[in-house]
């Protein structure tokens, strides 16, 4: 007869795991991917490949210095440095200064996570992080966008300025078809073509990664914002939404589980906090601002955890008695 | 009466049932064993005190042990035959416990409880109280201090969710013992002196639910397939709209809530004169060649019976007493079969979880589980950094270890584990903190 284990129960488990997570994840980023490397072109692909690799080999690198034994790095692996990295490189402008994705992936990784204590231990988004490092170290580069070499449905091509710095200074507005299949728009690799994210959206909803419910508060809630802070100009909403990295940010970064509140209530409040500071930051900075929408929101998460804790089962009548 | 949908619960888990294994299987009787080893605590309360000694002749529903308090029950033998041993042997968890050992003659010498004279309320009770009943469904509380609640009751729900997977044993008597049940279930209901039945029976039994049907006087409700249903809490919620209080019984609610196999024992007692000295056993998982429902008189030894059922694959790697979720693992095959037993199985490799914890990621999975509402991820950090009066006051001590948290954890994070250790240091703590 066979040994015996011994365990505390319960003694069978969901077939779900952090690597099965990682991996959904990196599918659903897949359609947002290829039609970045389509838009784009070479650049684009030399970039999403300069963050993913320095990112798995940032990970890899740090484990080795600690002594770690390359073949129980490699059973531990999660896959997670590779979703960071290939955000990273989703939400940078497609160009052949790969330095860039390389220092905001290795400081996404290194400083960011594995200082932290690795996968699950981070405070704020590493791959938003990594993307404000590169923003604010090389800002004009960073700022510099290129439209896509695909010819505009309505030929109102747009080269230099994004759709949302033109929204946001000179009030020209793209077709919202563009807008949707990011024909024509100049943008990050992977943020320009807002089909493809939310095929991926869907996906993860499909997969149970997440619930698409709390996406969609954070972009209502953000073009509701922009809205307001027009003078409650409704034509406004459309254009505010499917602009700059909102919908991907709120899709596949604000959903980042380890900097995410635990409960419904709580997941509900971040995103609303996510959308209203994303459209309050853009109308005073004129930046894009998604990526530092979430990692202010991040910072609140042990806060908003604390505040939205629910009431145990039977919780109220235990209150009443005693009174 | 015709059945009534159950009200869902908010959160639990969905657990594979993995019932099919068994559920087909007619309920048999283990043959004669030669010796039987019965544990004389089977039940939650103080261990029974031996009344035989070694040498001496015992017949079959025999008292071997006499309760220990008023919390406690007694055990008799299931055999006719002598005394051959009486001392301190492991249980399925390892602790130790006095056994007593029977070497059975095969007379088959019966000698069973006196008839009932009347049937009131009181003598039901006191004959439940002399037969040694106790709470079936896994917890072992002697039945006849659930019989006699402090506060006023008026539902009696008999609980048939059967919510743990592989267990088919509550499924099998259902439908082979449905008169039996209804008889016994009658009697607790004289007992409790209340007008109101409620057999609350899992959607996946729908054959069990038509059976039921055909009673006038019980109100069959159909449960939702969610874990945990069958945990008293919830069960009540669902059959009746009532929350039960944090840290009170389901008396407070009016309700008590009863075993379909407390059932037949009772019915066993009443009407057979017949003590509680065997019951159903489901012994299945993928590692048992034949999975099967056994009735195993209670002290056989876990050995032979899975040797009767045809023995275990060769990749079997886990055992374990009780359903999968909230069962318990056994150290070795030498253990004996007691009241509170509903399952046995053996769990293939990939069947079990052999994952070792990763880093938690915060995905919230046990949050948005919890059928308790309570927050797992955060309980689990304070616990882990030694913070147990924080972990208390975020309500660890309701937490009912259903594992429906563990079960979910992407992570695999040993969260019941950790729930169950701080709950038994708080209680360390908080008895240390009324001392002074």
């Known amino acids: 007869m066979a040994e015996f284990k011994f365990s505390q129960s319960p003694h069978i488990k969901s077939g779900n795991s952090t690597r099965k997570v990682m991996i959904n994840v990196l599918i659903a980023l897949l359609p947002a991917t290829i039609m970045g490397i389509v838009y784009f072109g070479i650049p684009a692909l030399l970039t999403i490949l300069t963050a993913v690799i320095s990112s798995v080999g940032a990970e890899f690198v740090y484990e080795l210095i600690l002594g770690k034994k390359f073949k129980s790095i490699l059973k531990r692996f999660d896959f997670s440095s590779a979703v960071t990295g290939l955000i990273i490189a989703l939400i940078s402008p497609a160009n052949y200064h790969l330095y860039i994705p390389f220092i905001a992936s290795v400081f996404a990784i290194i400083v960011v996570k594995m200082l932290f204590g690795g996968t699950g231990k981070n405070l704020v988004n590493p791959a938003a992080a990594g993307r404000i490092v590169a923003f604010i170290s090389f800002t004009t580069i960073m700022n510099n966008f290129v439209a896509p070499n695909i010819a505009c449905i309505f030929d109102n091509v747009i080269t230099g300025a994004t759709s949302l710095q033109s929204l946001l200074f000179d009030g020209t507005r793209l077709s919202t078809l563009d807008l949707l299949l990011g024909t024509g728009v100049a943008g990050c690799i992977g943020e320009t073509c807002k089909i493809a994210i939310l095929v991926g959206g869907i996906y993860l909803a499909i997969r149970k990664i997440i619930n698409i419910i709390y996406p969609l508060i954070a972009i209502a809630i953000a073009g509701l914002v922009a809205v ?43 995103f609303i906090g996510y959308g209203a500071l994303t459209s309050i930051l853009r109308h005073f900075t004129g930046y894009e601002t998604a990526s530092f929408a979430i990692l202010l929101m991040n910072l609140l998460v042990p806060l908003i955890d604390k505040c939205t804790l629910s009431k145990p089962f039977g919780y109220k009548k235990a209150k009443k008695e005693a009174k | 009466m015709k059945a009534r949908k159950g009200k ?65 029950a007694n055990v008799y033998s299931p055999i006719s035959g002598e005394v051959v041993d009486i001392s301190a042997k492991q249980n399925a968890t390892g602790a130790m416990q006095t056994h007593i050992t029977v070497k059975n003659d095969f007379l088959n010498e019966e000698v069973f409880l006196p008839n009932m004279v009347e049937i009131t309320p009181s003598s039901i009770i006191e004959r439940i109280r002399l037969a040694g009943i106790v709470g079936l469904g896994g917890a072992g509380f002697p039945t006849a201090v659930k019989l006699m609640p402090k506060d006023p009751v008026d539902t009696l729900i008999i609980n048939g969710a059967e919510c743990e997977p592989y267990l088919t044993c509550d499924h099998r008597l259902m439908i082979e013992k449905t008169d039996e049940i209804y008889k016994g279930i009658i009697y607790l209901k004289k007992a409790l002196n209340v007008d109101k039945v409620i057999v609350a029976i899992e959607k996946n039994k729908p054959d069990a639910i038509s059976l039921f049907e055909r009673f006038d006087d019980l109100d069959v409700v159909i449960l939702k397939k969610q874990y945990p249903m069958g945990s008293e809490k919830h069960l009540i919620y669902v059959c009746t709209g009532k929350k039960v209080g944090l840290g009170q019984l389901p008396a407070s609610v009016g309700c008590v809530v009863q075993n379909i196999k407390t059932a037949i024992a009772v019915y066993n007692a009443i009407e057979l004169n017949k003590p509680l000295y065997e019951g159903v056993l489901t012994v299945s998982g993928h590692g048992i060649n034949t999975p099967k429902n056994l009735l195993v008189p209670y002290g056989a030894s876990l050995k032979t019976i899975i040797e009767y059922c045809g023995g275990v694959v060769d990749d079997s790697v886990k055992y374990v ?86 079960y979910n954890c992407p992570a695999k994070r040993a969260l019941t584990q950790s729930f169950a250790y701080a709950k038994a240091k708080i209680k360390e703590i908080n008895a240390k903190e009324t001392a002074k």
């Open chain 2, 321 to 406: 007493a009780g359903g999968p979720m909230m069962g318990k693992a056994i150290i070795n095959l030498d253990v004996y079969t007691k009241k509170t037993d509903s399952g046995l199985l053996a769990l293939i490799k990939g069947e079990d979880d052999d994952n070792l914890p990763t880093n938690c990621i915060n995905c919230g999975k046990c949050v948005s589980t919890c059928p308790m509402r309570l927050t797992p991820v955060l309980m689990e950090f304070y616990i882990n950094a030694k913070d147990f009066k924080q972990a208390e006051k975020l309500g660890v001590m309701n937490c009912i270890e259903c594992g429906s948290c563990a």
């Open chain 1, 228 to 270: 307001m802070l027009n003078g409650f100009d409704f034509g406004v909403f459309l254009p505010a939404i499917l602009s700059g990295g909102l919908i991907f940010g709120a899709i596949f970064m604000a959903t980042d589980y380890v900097t995410n509140p635990v409960s419904a209530l709580g997941k509900v409040v971040f």
């Open chain 2, 8 to 72: 869902y619960f908010p959160f639990g888990a969905h657990v594979p049932g993995n019932k099919e294994l068994s559920s087909g299987s007619m309920i048999e009787a283990l043959p004669p064993q030669e010796f039987l080893t019965i544990n004389v605590c089977q039940h939650i309360g103080a261990p029974a005190i031996p009344v035989v000694e070694v040498g001496d002749n015992v017949k079959k529903g025999q008292l071997i042990a006499k309760e220990g308090g008023f919390v406690s």
